[in-house]
């Protein structure tokens, strides 16, 4: 890499920017699950990946957050990343949403500024005056709106959602979509960049931006009705 290659990335990381350059990565010996894959995003949003089992998606995901290095290629993201996966269960831990919501508060915090984070974020997802309520009471709905709350605690401004309605009833599906959406918009006070895999076509509908991922590779940026079209 030359100078003038190096001094962008340094710019890059400084401006909320998500890039990927040429990925490769491959999990087995002579076979690339990433083949050259490239990803550009520069503003908040919601972002929606579609692609088949297999395609790449969880792969991107894994170098995005940086919990895998890419064997080839570049990966610049100044943001902080937090997973919201399938299956809430996986990441509640506590047993009252406001002690498992503590797990993602930053340590410094005084107890009066711990219970004002913790409200805040259930707050935004619905879920006001629920701090001392059971986990194991909350419906599969609720049990990801406090997922996402637990993102929102870290302070993380990148989403990296797996399919996170797939095993939620249409009603909470919906929700979760509108969550996103509105704390994406950049007329939030701190919008989020999300990056949302879906399998649901209907979600598309949804995002600020999407894009097909195949043999381990990332299409252009289309709005979601263009990408639905290509599977009709």
């Not at 508060?105 to 500024?113: A, I, K, R, T, W």
Request: aromatic fraction near 6%; proline fraction near 5%.
């Amino acid at each position: 890499m030359n100078v003038s290659q190096e001094q962008l990335l340094v710019e890059k990381k400084h401006t909320g920017f998500i890039e990927l350059q040429n990925i490769s990565y491959g999990w087995k010996v002579g076979q690339k699950t990433l083949n050259q894959c490239n990803l550009s995003i520069s503003s908040p949003g919601l972002w929606m990946i579609v692609g088949s089992n297999g395609s790449g998606k969880s792969t991107l995901f894994r170098l995005i957050s940086g919990l895998i290095k890419p064997q080839e290629g570049h990966v610049i993201c100044s943001l902080k990343p937090a997973f919201m996966l399938q299956n809430p269960d996986h990441q509640l831990l506590l047993p009252s949403c406001g002690s498992d919501l503590l797990l993602s508060l930053p340590p410094d915090l005084d107890p009066s500024q711990r219970s004002e984070e913790i409200n805040s974020a259930l707050r935004q997802v619905g879920l006001q005056n629920m701090a001392d309520r059971p986990i194991h009471t909350l419906s599969g709905g609720q049990k990801q709106r406090l997922a996402l709350a637990g993102a929102l605690a870290s302070k993380a401004n990148l989403l990296l959602l797996d399919e996170p309605t797939a095993l939620l009833d249409p009603f909470s599906q919906r929700s979760i979509l509108e969550i996103v959406q509105k704390i994406t918009r950049k007329s939030n006070k701190r919008p989020i960049t999300a990056l949302w895999i879906t399998h649901r076509l209907e979600e598309l509908t949804f995002c600020d931006g999407a894009a097909i991922m195949q043999q381990g590779r990332l299409g252009q940026w289309f709005s979601g009705e263009q990408v639905m079209k290509t599977f009709m």
